[in-house]
């Protein structure tokens, strides 16, 4: 039985991701009081969210405890691979390089970012392998 693609999360989902793989597994209580700290959340919120998430396949639950502890399904560099290859189709029309001057264009990038940008475009042209 093939597997569903893992859904895109939404903005509101990311930031609970955030969390969790900032934190680790954690409690929806845990979550909602990192969240708090830059915007205010309610604990019914967080819930319903992070609910929607378990549906969705995002988190896992562990529900031996009387408090759920929620962990990460995949990686932030799985969802973070994920939401650019959505962003290059939708956006970019399947062009690299579209996307990659687009991102280059859009904000000042620090020398620290543009070295490891050139030693990346090194090993893949092998360069520097």
């Known amino acids: ?30 979550v909602c009081n990192v969240l708090n700290r830059d915007r205010p959340t309610g604990y019914t919120t967080a819930l319903k969210l992070i609910q929607i998430m378990f549906d ?18 995949h990686s932030e560099q799985h969802t973070q691979r994920l939401l650019v290859r959505d962003l290059l189709d939708r956006a970019f029309g399947g062009s690299a390089r579209k996307l ?6 859009a904000r000042q990038v620090s020398p620290d970012d543009l070295s490891e940008i050139r030693k990346l475009l ?8």
Request: glycine content about 6%; overall charge positive.
């Open 56 to 73: 969705k396949g995002l988190v896992t639950r562990d529900d031996s405890e009387q408090s759920h502890v929620y962990s990460v399904r």
């Open 100 to 105: 990659i001057l687009g991102a280059l264009s």
């Open 1 to 30: 039985m093939a597997r569903s693609p893992t859904p895109r999360p939404t903005d509101a989902e990311l930031a609970i991701l955030r969390v969790l793989w900032r934190h680790g597994p954690s409690t929806v209580r845990a």
């Open 122 to 129: 090194d090993r893949m042209e092998g360069v520097n392998p």
